[in-house]
């Protein structure tokens, strides 16, 4: 090694000896670099040193090492400007593209056709090796720098490095995914969008990605909430295809292991809140008997104050568990269809889903029957299990609360598409029309037309809809004298498991009450069930949404829509494309959340010509617009000739066709809005307004 660095120290003499550096520049150039090098600025010196280099790298060891040098000195402006310049100049000039540098020591030095050339290269590609190393060091440290931006520049010239060359690659890798771990929010979710993109440029490296994260943040206990949960969201995000089956598996098991220790913290924190309390209540009720409650001051402020954030701060962590058990489970969700883990061990895995699916979050139990959904249909054995899980989860009371009714309703119909058991789906189809009754209008409008395509899936169940107990007692045969009637067995509702609940024997009373519902939707859904006709797809529970009323009451328009947007599609790239009309049968996805788009309805309310439509030609949930306007007009045209006869004749009615938007723009007097406001409540309307009382029964019966 002493001999190779010794014959590149001698050709780099020889090069500044023969001016062949001044040769290989123009005049004009070689002024502006030595001017630059003695009097520049420091850009303009970084710069000059930097184009140096890329003249003839082998030749220009000096200029490479004061690059170094800068690199190294303990001013942030400089050595951040150095930095990128030389990790510009390494990634895009010096560094080999498709292998990394080697030693002095791993050359061939004992080949027998070994010249002078091969000794002077392989000792740069030793200095450069060590060089590139220290670089690795400087950027490293300045990670960690208390600054922000500098530690943000860093972390993408990690991703860049890795993104260009081999060289170094596993501990530039090391280095960006510890930055999943940061205590600024901003650059770990930085970390996280780099390390994805990085698997865009090379999915190869998925594989390596995951067990990076596993060794260094999964498998260490010190690991705080917020870099899991970053972590989790991370690998949650990776796509798969069908040749990464051994980055699948290994996913599977890095979200059951971090399940199960989440599982625990969860529970461990339930338990260890529950004593407590009962001490302090038992404490303050003492304290109560004896005298009031004191007015706490000094220390004794303080420390109920300290007693607040630590309560405060349970809350946040009870709520980052949740957060990491969603992304758990989101991740076993799209993990799971491109693994082949064998039956053992996905049997030791699949108790922990079941108990998520009974307790916490109801978000998390959202995802813990997707997943158990998809392992259901490889494990045909949990099946069971599995929809006595989906039929207790029907009677939860947060479903009407929650942010996945579409997921949810979703799960329900794969879930009832691929039963086989008639009377298992019966009791489904009762259980859901129960929930309907006293859901939100979005929800049961949703539940109804999963109903409708499980009863054209399963058309013996339109008996329960069409049909009542008493005639379907009369339909069975007569039983012979001196045999014994056969006993009907009753419908159960509490049954907990839905094939004992003995739904296929009784009728669907509840579509009676359906029928007679407040929301014209479900009302209208119902009757088309009842009628067997086919129902429209709802691909989108925002539109029966008491938001959307609203939002379409005050006249807003919706979004103008292409051609591209106008197809509704998943929310991300892990998510299929949503069903269209008439696929309900080929497809496992139904309905989109609120957050898919679609236009907000399919009446302009500006316009003047609502009133003049056909009640026929409105939608079932707009005609409330049609009665509203086609009142409305009826009044402004009384009120118009009302004012001219007291005018006498002199003032012209008001054009009827601008509709109630256009009435809106003339100046109502307060006794004239009193007046109307009046007569939209019987009660205190008086003997003057007889004359709309008419009117008002039509408006009300819009309402």
């Keep these: 090694l002493e001999y190779a660095e010794q014959m590149l120290e001698v050709e780099n003499a020889l090069y500044e000896k023969r001016g062949l550096r001044q040769k290989s520049l123009s005049t004009s150039d070689r002024s502006f670099v030595s001017n630059i090098l003695s009097s520049g600025t420091l850009t303009d010196r970084v710069s000059a040193l930097t184009l140096i280099v890329q003249e003839s790298p082998v030749h220009n060891i000096k200029a490479l090492g004061q690059l170094m040098q800068m690199v190294q000195k303990k001013n942030r402006r400089e050595a951040l400007m150095a930095v990128s310049s030389v990790k510009d100049l390494m990634g895009n000039s010096l560094l080999p593209d498709t292998r990394k540098l080697r030693h002095f020591a791993d050359q061939p030095l004992n080949a027998s056709n070994v010249t002078r050339a ?33 530690r943000q520049n860093m972390v993408a010239f990690f991703e860049s490095l890795l993104e260009q060359k081999p060289e170094q690659e596993q501990n530039l890798l090391r280095l960006l995914v510890n930055k999943l771990g940061d205590k600024e929010r901003q650059l770990a979710a930085k970390a996280s969008y780099l390390v994805l993109k990085l698997l865009n440029m090379h999915p190869n490296m998925k594989l390596v990605v995951v067990r990076t994260v596993r060794e260094l943040l999964l498998s260490k206990s010190a690991t705080k909430e917020r870099a899991q949960y970053y972590t989790m969201i991370t690998l949650n995000q990776i796509i798969l295809s069908s040749r990464d089956v051994e980055t699948a598996n290994l996913l599977l098991e890095v979200y059951f292991a971090f399940f199960k220790q989440l599982l625990k913290i969860v529970q461990n924190d339930e338990d260890g809140e529950e004593e407590p309390t009962k001490k302090t209540g038992e404490k303050a009720g ?95 054995a949990i099946g069971d299990r599995f929809y006595r899980t989906l039929y207790d989860s029907l ?258 009615l008001a054009d009827d066709d601008t509709g109630f938007a256009g009435a809106l723009k003339d100046d109502v007097d307060d006794d004239e809005a009193w007046k109307a406001m009046s007569a939209s409540m019987p009660d205190i309307a008086g003997e003057e307004l007889d004359d709309d009382d008419d009117d008002d029964d039509d408006l009300l019966a819009a309402l």
């Design 395 to 652: 009677l939860d009371p947060r479903l009407d609360h929650t942010s996945k009714k579409a997921m949810y309703l979703n799960v329900l119909f794969r879930a009832l598409k691929s039963d086989t058991s008639i009377a298992r789906v019966s009791a489904f189809v009762k259980r859901i029309m129960q929930v309907c009754l006293h859901s939100q209008a979005e929800f049961a409008s949703g539940a109804l037309f999963v109903v409708s395509q499980v009863l054209e899936l399963h058309p013996q169940l339109y008996d329960m809809v069409s049909q009542s107990d008493d005639n379907k007692a009369d339909d069975k045969p007569e039983a012979k004298p001196e045999e014994k009637p056969e006993e009907k067995p009753e419908y159960d509702a509490l049954k907990r498991d839905p094939r004992y609940a003995h739904a296929e024997s009784s009728c669907a009373w509840e579509a009676t009450l359906l029928l007679r519902h407040f929301h014209p939707s479900v009302t209208h859904t119902m009757q088309q069930i009842v009628d067997r006709q086919p129902v429209p797809a709802i691909t989108n529970l925002h539109n029966h949404s008491l938001a959307h009323f609203l939002d379409r009451f005050v006249f807003r328009k919706p979004k103008v829509e292409n051609a591209q947007t106008a197809v509704l599609r998943g929310q991300s790239l892990m998510q299929p494309l949503l069903a269209a009309s008439g696929m309900a049968a080929t497809t496992d996805h139904l309905i989109a959340s609120k957050r898919t788009g679609g236009p907000i309805g399919s009446l302009d309310l500006t316009s003047g010509s609502i009133a003049d439509m056909k009640k026929s030609d409105i939608l079932p949930d707009e005609q409330f617009f049609h009665q509203f306007f086609q009142t409305k007009r009826q009044r402004m045209g009384k009120r118009q000739k009302k004012k001219a006869a007291d005018a006498d004749g002199e003032l012209e």
């Design 286 to 380: 003492k304290k109560d008997d004896k005298k009031p409650a004191k007015v706490y001051i000094g220390q004794k402020a303080l420390k109920k104050a300290k007693a607040e954030a630590e309560k405060q701060r349970a809350e946040e962590e009870r709520s980052m568990d949740n957060k990491l058990m969603v992304a758990v489970l989101t991740g076993l969700n799209r993990a799971l269809p491109f693994a082949q883990m064998d039956d053992a061990r996905m049997d030791a895995h699949v108790g922990t889903v079941f108990q998520v699916a009974h307790a916490g979050n109801f978000n998390t139990v959202v995802q813990s029957l997707v997943l158990l959904q998809q392992i259901a249909r490889v494990r045909p």
């Design 118 to 150: 091969h000794w002077i290269m392989w000792a740069f590609e030793d200095r450069l090796k060590r060089s590139y190393f220290d670089l690795i060091q400087v950027m490293e440290s300045m990670s960690y720098d208390p600054v922000l931006h500098t």
